[in-house]
């Protein structure tokens, strides 16, 4: 499936209908119990009018005692309190389980989400993933909720109410009562198509906002430095036009149906109050069940006005069904649907044939001919002019992307072949950017999984030299960093990340770039420390640093994605191309290139 444009799933079981039918399935004693008690619950609201017309008989007749009139009086009494108990019974087991689907599809799709490749992030905003996760699953709870129980309810309703009007009053009223049936229906069915494809934009505004938000609250700093806050804010208000446009239109043909359904009912009232009232004159029927037929009208009213209400719950629902379908129908990066298994030890052997790269949607190849042998126990520098692919070939490593069979493999094994949790949990990466979580320094190294000890983190921490740092803030290892690492220097987040791959102990160690913010110094340093760390363990240090690498066992310079260059530092230094040439513009001895050698 093309990230780019989601489409509904057409296959007959989809997986967000697997998913309800699992839910539904697992709590169907609820539901079971729910439906029952709404039979019931329905059941004793129309016993009420029938007492009313037996009382409305017998006060006109005068023909009830003062002791049948008490008994009635309790009898409605105890009917009240009885469907007061039965009804908020059902709404528990319904509307109060629904908050509990909600819980269950929000964590398959967080689930789902984690499983999804790079590429898929590169063309979904955040806010747009955000209006699934929050709006789509809320709508489909509320059809589940309210418009489930609604549904049933009027349904038991008018159903009890045909039967109860027709056989103990008369069929020509109750007729009458539902003369504005075909009519109601015909107005759902033209409107329930445009409510859903209103929602639909609905919900795209309003990804807009959230990802606007999103967008302009991480880069807050930028928009102050160049003074945009003015432009931002008219920016965000057009955004909130849209979005209120969009909502406005959705009310307006939602916000036709109730209207017109009161209508409807207006002058079923009047037709009922002129037959009706010919009738009782005529002794056809009694005051008594006159005024018992006026209550069941106004029973029958409640659910039927509220039908504007549910069909908008049930059409929102579909809609998000649909675009939720979408979601979980796009496939799991490639190596998640391979058989389970605890994560072995990888050696660290890694073999690169014939490697040629371009990514989704373009044809341009930003990897061409790689082939590279890296044995454990060795490291390799991997430098390049910015764009050249020394990240991208990192990403491949990790399974970020996908590439064909035949191309990659560790331990003699192709790539494809590993499960993906089995060969990232083998692997320490530090990435460029380095991202930071907004909890302590403590629980960023560790990872949120407490299984290291003190002593591990702190030791973690003086290898990646950024331990004083820690201990000189007040709170230490608990420093809460704030949203992305903020309160910290770039330098000092780098530092931290390391420590985070240092202590993962991992056989294969990554490092992107990862020290371009901190001073030459304290990189050679950190990586005097990784001379230890490396031991029996494979290394791949990116840089666009010379003095980076140059205590690498080997160096590639890669250059529009091909391996221009390659052997030890001093081996490049003696061929005078490429790598010389960058060595040399980096120097900064007295004389021209005296650090290269």
């Not at 807050?220 to 003074?227: D, H, L, N, P």
Request: aromatic fraction near 10%; charged fraction near 20%; proline fraction near 3%.
């Amino acid at each position: 499936m093309e990230f780019g444009s989601l489409m509904p799933n057409k296959a007959g079981i989809t997986a967000v209908k697997k998913l309800l039918v699992s839910f539904i399935v697992k709590h169907i004693w609820r539901y079971i119990f729910g439906v029952l008690l709404i039979i019931c619950s329905s059941l004793l609201t129309l016993a009420i009018p029938e007492i009313l017309g037996l009382i409305t008989d017998g006060l006109n007749l005068k023909t009830m005692s003062g002791d049948e009139l008490t008994w009635y009086v309790v009898l409605i009494a105890v009917i009240s309190f009885l469907t007061f108990a039965v009804k908020f019974t059902w709404r528990y087991l319904i509307i109060g389980n629904c908050r509990n689907l909600e819980v269950y599809l929000r964590g398959k799709l967080f689930a789902h989400l984690q499983t999804l490749p790079v590429d898929f992030y590169t063309t979904h905003k955040t806010g747009d993933l955000m209006a699934y996760a929050i709006n789509d699953v809320q709508a489909i709870r509320m059809v589940f909720g309210g418009g489930l129980a609604q549904s049933l309810d009027a349904i038991a309703i008018n159903l009890f109410s045909v039967l109860f009007m027709s056989n103990t009053i008369n069929p020509k009223l109750t007729a009458i009562v539902y003369i504005p049936a075909p009519f109601i229906l015909a107005a759902i069915f033209f409107i329930r198509v445009h409510i859903r494809n209103r929602f639909i934009k609905v919900q795209e505004a309003f990804a807009d906002i959230s990802d606007k938000v999103q967008e302009n609250l991480s880069g807050i700093r930028v928009i102050k430095a160049f003074s945009q806050e003015s432009s931002e804010m008219k920016s965000f208000r057009l955004i909130s036009r849209k979005r209120l446009d969009a909502q406005m239109k959705l009310v307006k043909i939602s916000g036709l149906l109730g209207p017109g359904i009161n209508i409807f009912f207006g002058f079923i009232m009047l037709v009922f109050i002129i037959f009706g009232s010919r009738l009782v004159i005529e002794n056809s029927i009694t005051v008594g069940d006159f005024v018992a037929f006026n209550s069941y009208i106004a029973i029958i009213m409640t659910p039927v006005i509220n039908i504007a209400r549910i069909i908008e719950v049930w059409q929102k629902g579909i809609a998000s069904y649909k675009r939720l379908d979408a979601i979980f129908a796009v496939k799991s990066e490639p190596g998640n649907n391979l058989p389970a298994q605890a994560p072995g030890e990888i050696g660290g052997n890694i073999e690169i044939r014939s490697l040629d790269f371009a990514y989704p949607r373009t044809n341009r190849r930003v990897l061409k001919n790689i082939n590279l042998k890296i044995k454990r126990g060795s490291t390799i520098g991997i430098i390049g002019r910015s764009g050249s692919g020394k990240t991208t070939l990192a990403n491949l490593l990790l399974r970020l992307h996908s590439v064909e069979d035949g191309h990659i493999f560790i331990d003699d094994i192709d790539i494809n072949e590993i499960p993906v949790d089995v060969l990232r949990e083998n692997i320490a990466y530090v990435p460029q950017d380095s991202f930071l979580f907004s909890t302590t320094i403590k629980e960023n190294i560790e990872f949120f999984r407490p299984v290291y000890s003190d002593e591990d983190i702190e030791n973690a921490t003086r290898l990646s030299d950024i331990y004083d740092n820690i201990i000189s803030f007040p709170e230490g290892f608990d420093t809460v960093v704030g949203e992305r690492g903020v309160t910290l220097s770039g330098g000092q987040k780098q530092r931290i990340s390391i420590a985070r791959a240092i202590i993962k102990n991992a056989s294969i160690i990554i490092l992107d770039d990862c020290l371009s913010a901190v001073d030459t110094e304290t990189e050679q340093k950190i990586l005097s420390n990784f001379s230890a760390i490396l031991k029996n363990r494979t290394g791949i240090i990116i840089s666009h640093r010379v003095s980076a690498l140059k205590h690498a066992d080997e160096i590639i310079f890669l250059e529009n994605g091909k391996i221009l260059e390659q052997g030890s530092h001093d081996e490049l230094i003696m061929k005078k191309g490429r790598y010389y040439k960058l060595c040399k513009t980096q120097s900064v001895g007295p004389k021209e290139g005296e650090n290269c050698l």
